[in-house]
């Protein structure tokens, strides 16, 4: 691990089954079987939903130097794929994730943007997507995605970075 990544998205589980339990089983079986409840169902997103796993360390010139410098092992960790991956794969993926990302880029303040999108994507972006596709299958009622980008007077940025750009 470094710093506190793997950062834990909240997400639903199986409940320890009784009387009332409300979900028994893992989310993606009871989509998967068509055995949901066929109610509307809403996704949101914000354009900056990696902020929240990035900004413990965008502010920390040490961290981003040592993310930046041992990007192979510490890739594992930040987008959680230590144990979902064999090791054999770790530094290939690590590096071409890189690069689709940063290109030939340093991970210092000037990549924060695509950092945060490398962050959004991996713990938020593509399983929301990959969710609202499999109920909209298994759903006879509408599924619905919202994607939120509009910049406030003030955001959470502020507290991380020395100016007011938008993420």
Do not use: C
């Not at 759903?139 to 100016?163: G, H, I, K, T």
């Amino acid at each position: 691990p470094w710093l506190y990544n793997p950062f834990t998205v909240f997400g639903p589980i199986a409940e320890v089954p009784t009387n009332h339990s409300f979900i028994d089983r893992p989310p993606i079986d009871i989509i998967t079987s068509g055995d949901v409840a066929s109610v509307p169902w809403l996704i949101s997103l914000s354009s900056e939903e990696g902020l929240t796993p990035v900004a413990e360390f965008i502010a920390n010139t040490t961290a981003m130097e040592d993310l930046d410098k041992n990007w192979e092992i510490l890739a594992t960790h930040v987008l959680d794929y230590n144990y979902t991956l064999p090791q054999s794969q770790h530094a290939t993926a690590a590096n071409k994730i890189r690069k689709h990302y940063l290109g030939n880029s340093k991970i210092d303040k000037s990549t924060v943007v695509q950092l945060t999108a490398l962050m959004g994507d991996r713990g938020f972006k593509t399983d929301s997507a990959k969710a609202a596709q499999l109920m909209a299958k298994a759903n006879r009622a509408p599924v619905w995605f919202y994607y939120y980008s509009y910049r406030a007077e003030f955001s959470l940025s502020d507290q991380y970075l020395p100016n007011r750009d938008n993420l």
